[in-house]
């Protein structure tokens, strides 16, 4: 969706060696964040992630329009946002 008004944020549980691995092999060129693993206030916590992965799309009013963990959903979801509507079934 390069050129489309879109943003992805990514947030990893994984130890920090790992994550970097997976950036480098998978050329993610997304910001995420390190999941806190101890303590109160991580942010699986605070938005209520259950399992891994969960994908939120969110349109641009803020509300939440898709939660879940199938990113053929998800990726559409978010294309029908920006317009792009392509059929991912």
């Not at 806190?36 to 994908?55: H, M, Q, R, S, Y």
Request: proline residues 1%; aromatic residues 6%; without cysteine.
């Amino acid at each position: 969706m390069k050129g489309k008004n879109f943003a992805l944020i990514g947030v990893n549980s994984d130890d920090l060696e790992q994550a970097k691995k997976a950036v480098k092999d998978n050329e993610l060129n997304w910001r995420s964040f390190q999941n806190e693993k101890e303590g109160g206030g991580t942010i699986a916590k605070d938005w209520g992630v259950t399992g891994w992965p969960t994908l939120i799309v969110i349109d641009q009013h803020g509300k939440i329009v898709y939660r879940g963990h199938d990113g053929h959903k998800a990726t559409k979801v978010a294309r029908e946002l920006v317009g792009e509507k392509k059929d991912l079934d």
